[in-house]
């Protein structure tokens, strides 16, 4: 939960200061905080 947490606040401080490439590079921190958390709980489906 803290890496979501850190991520968060890393795209806050991105968005104040208006800075497109700190956006773009902490949101794919975000999105990697929340894989490592929703994969424990994902349920893997075998798929045809």
Do not use: F
Request: charged share 25%; with cysteine.
């Amino acid at each position: 939960m803290q890496g979501l947490r850190d991520a968060g606040m890393a795209t806050y401080k991105a968005a104040q200061a208006k800075n497109q490439d700190a956006i773009i590079e902490a949101a794919g921190v975000v999105s990697e905080a929340c894989m490592h958390c929703h994969d424990k709980y994902r349920e893997v489906a075998t798929r045809c």
